[in-house]
C-alpha cells in the first residue's frame, strides 16, 4: 500500500513522510532518507534520481522483514540541500508524523550520502532504534556525543569519489569512544552509486536491518561482528 496525505506540494506544508507499505498493525518501521546537495532550495521532488535509487533496496530489505507488521517508508525532504541541518529536521519531522498515525513504533533508518548524514544526526530521537548509512556523508567535525548508546552501521565502497570512506572511519571510531555501538563494513570495489556490486550493497542492508530491528541483536549478527574496538571496519 502506498499513501501520501499531501494535499498541497507546498515546501512548509508537505508531509515529510511516504508511505509504501503499511498494515493496519504496525508494530515497527523502516524508512529511507536518500542523497542530496550541500547547499540547494530547489523543491526536492519524488523522481529525482537520488529518491529513486533508494526504492530497490528498500524494496530488498523489506523482503526480509514481516510483512504483516513493518511499515516501509520514505523521508520527503523540502528542498534538495542539506541547507545547514535542513534535511535532519526533515526526518525528524517524518518520525512525527509516523508516531501520530501509528504510535511509538520502533524505527530503522536507512540512509544513502547526505541522507546518511541527517540519520545519524537524530540516531538519538526515542524511536530511533537503529541507523544504517550508506556511503554517508560525514565531514571532519560532525558531531558524534549525542550518539551515546545508539547502534549504528556505516556500509561505504572503497572507492567512493564523491563521499569519504576515510571520513567514515574516523566517525564510527569517535562514535565507538563515545559510546555508540557502531560497525562499518568497507566495500572492495565499489562506489558511491551503490550500482557496482548491486545485490551485495541490498544483501547487507537487509541483513544489517533486520539486526538492527531486534531489540536485542543477534551475537553473530553483522552490526555486531563490525564493532570489535581494535578494528574500524570490516572488509569485503
Not at 2 to 24: E, F, G, I, Q, Y
Amino acid at each position: 500500500m502506498t499513501t501520501d496525505s499531501t494535499a498541497t506540494d507546498s515546501p512548509a506544508t508537505r508531509s515529510a513522510l511516504l508511505v509504501r507499505h503499511a498494515t493496519n498493525a504496525v508494530r515497527a518501521a523502516v524508512l529511507t532518507a536518500h542523497g542530496g546537495r550541500a547547499e540547494d532550495h530547489t523543491l526536492s521532488r519524488p523522481w529525482h534520481l537520488a529518491a529513486l535509487r533508494m526504492r530497490p533496496l528498500l524494496r530488498a530489505v523489506g523482503a526480509g522483514l514481516p510483512a504483516d507488521h513493518v511499515l516501509l517508508g520514505e523521508i520527503r525532504y523540502r528542498h534538495r540541500g542539506w541547507n545547514d541541518g535542513a534535511a535532519a529536521d526533515d526526518v525528524r519531522r517524518a518520525l512525527a508524523e509516523l508516531a501520530a498515525r501509528h504510535g511509538p513504533v520502533p524505527v530503522v533508518l536507512v540512509g544513502h550520502s547526505m541522507g546518511g548524514r541527517a540519520a545519524l544526526r537524530v540516531a538519538d530521537h526515542p524511536a530511533v532504534r537503529g541507523v544504517l548509512a550508506l556511503a554517508p556523508w560525514l565531514p571532519p567535525g560532525e558531531p558524534t556525543a549525542h550518539l551515546d548508546g545508539a547502534r549504528l552501521l556505516v556500509l561505504h565502497g572503497d572507492v567512493d569519489h564523491v563521499t569519504s570512506a576515510a571520513d567514515s572511519s574516523r566517525f564510527v571510531q569517535r562514535a565507538r569512544a563515545g559510546g555508540a555501538r557502531a560497525g562499518m563494513v568497507v566495500l572492495a570495489d565499489t562506489d558511491h552509486a551503490m550500482l557496482r556490486r548491486l545485490p551485495t550493497w541490498h544483501t547487507l542492508a537487509a541483513e544489517a536491518v533486520a539486526d538492527l530491528l531486534r531489540a536485542r541483536p543477534v551475537p553473530g549478527g553483522l552490526v555486531a561482528r563490525t564493532t570489535l574496538p581494535d578494528a574500524p571496519a570490516a572488509h569485503l
